[in-house]
C-alpha cells in the first residue's frame, strides 16, 4: 500500500489590536496531504489577513 505525503503548510497571519495600533504577525504551520495543502494555500490567500501561504514537501 502505498504512503501518501505529507506536506508542511505555513502561513503567517496578521492580528490588530481593537484598542491600539498595534499589528503583530504570527507563524501556523500545519501538516496534510498534497489536496489538503493546494486547498488551504489557496483559500487562505483569500483571507485579508494572511500575509503569505506556502507549502512544500515534509522531508521524512
Same mark, same amino acid.
Given at each position: 500500500m502505498?504512503t501518501k @505525503?505529507?506536506?508542511?503548510i505555513?502561513y503567517?497571519i496578521?492580528?490588530?489590536y481593537?484598542? @491600539?495600533?498595534?499589528?503583530w504577525?504570527?507563524?501556523?504551520?500545519?501538516?496534510?496531504?498534497?489536496e489538503?495543502? @493546494?486547498?488551504?494555500?489557496?483559500?487562505? @490567500?483569500t483571507?485579508?489577513?494572511?500575509?503569505?501561504?506556502?507549502?512544500?514537501?515534509v522531508e521524512?
Amino acid at each position: 500500500m502505498e504512503t501518501k @505525503k505529507k506536506y508542511r503548510i505555513t502561513y503567517r497571519i496578521t492580528y490588530k489590536y481593537l484598542d @491600539k495600533n498595534e499589528i503583530w504577525a504570527k507563524d501556523i504551520t500545519i501538516i496534510g496531504t498534497e489536496e489538503d495543502a @493546494k486547498d488551504h494555500v489557496r483559500n487562505l @490567500k483569500t483571507n485579508a489577513y494572511v500575509i503569505s501561504a506556502t507549502y512544500k514537501e515534509v522531508e521524512e
